[in-house]
T-cell receptor, first 114, second 112 residues
Framework: DAGVIQSPRHEVTEMGQEVTLRCKPI?????LFWYRQTMMRGLELLIY????????DSGMPEDRFSAKMPNASFSTLKIQPSEPRDSAVYFC????????????FGPGTRLLVL | EDQVTQSPEALRLQEGESSSLNCSYT??????LFWYRQDPGKGPEFLFT???AGEEKEKERLKATLTKKESFLHITAPKPEDSATYLC?????????????FGKGTLLTVNP
């Protein structure tokens, strides 16, 4: 079975540009998470969707960040405009349902904003 | 606020040299404590979930244990392929039971 799929795997962009990260969760999973990983702060939850509905976006750092989940098999995380401090690895994860014990992570998107 | 502290930050072992990684946590009502393994350039990979103090789980050379304040990941006779970053996370019970709070990880290097 395919795991969580993320694209692109690497993204290099210039400050001020729009960045869109994409995620396809595991089929049948109802919960989707976006995380950001940096050396300084580790893994941080940005936003959580359950049944395609955003439940908790308290981790989204600023209004420059937005996320959507138009259907059960696709989600996007958008940064507009991007800034150098947004450079990090962004992970998408999915789980079977809210409170499910296991979150399965994608391979991540490594973002570098110059 | 939930907190997870892992120690040491980095650990170098010789092949076959057993050791333990520590995860100290503070959470208001623990639903589960998770261990993940992360290889360079990859996403975290689930290893174990522990639910209550005294519980132990094993997988190959790894054994995870849990007390009311900390968890240990014991590595017995490690091999170079066990080299990775090991992440610990807690999940609280109650309304926000979807949320995992992660520690910063322990980078384990096993030399042949």
């Amino acid at each position: 079975d395919a795991g969580v799929i993320q694209s692109p795997r690497h993204e290099v962009t210039e400050m001020g540009q729009e960045v869109t990260l994409r995620c396809k969760p595991i089929s049948g999973h109802n919960s989707l998470f976006w995380y950001r990983q940096t050396m300084m702060r580790g893994l941080e939850l940005l936003i959580y969707f359950n049944n395609n509905v955003p439940i908790d976006d308290s981790g989204m750092p600023e209004d420059r960040f937005s996320a959507k989940m138009p259907n059960a098999s696709f989600s996007t995380l958008k940064i507009q405009p991007s800034e150098p401090r947004d450079s990090a690895v962004y992970f998408c994860a999915s789980s079977l349902r809210q409170g499910s014990e296991t979150q399965y992570f994608g391979p991540g998107t490594r973002l570098l904003v110059l | 606020e939930d907190q997870v502290t892992q120690s040491p930050e980095a650990l170098r072992l010789q092949e076959g040299e057993s050791s333990s990684l520590n995860c100290s946590y503070t959470v208001s009502g623990l639903r589960g404590l998770f261990w993940y393994r992360q290889d360079p350039g990859k996403g975290p990979e689930f290893l174990f979930t522990l639910y209550s103090a005294g519980e132990e789980k094993e997988k190959e050379r790894l054994k995870a244990t849990l007390t009311k304040k900390e968890s240990f990941l014991h590595i017995t006779a490690p091999k170079p392929e066990d080299s990775a970053t090991y992440l610990c996370a807690v999940q609280r019970s109650g309304g926000s039971n979807y949320k995992l709070t992660f520690g910063k990880g322990t980078l384990l290097t096993v030399n042949p």
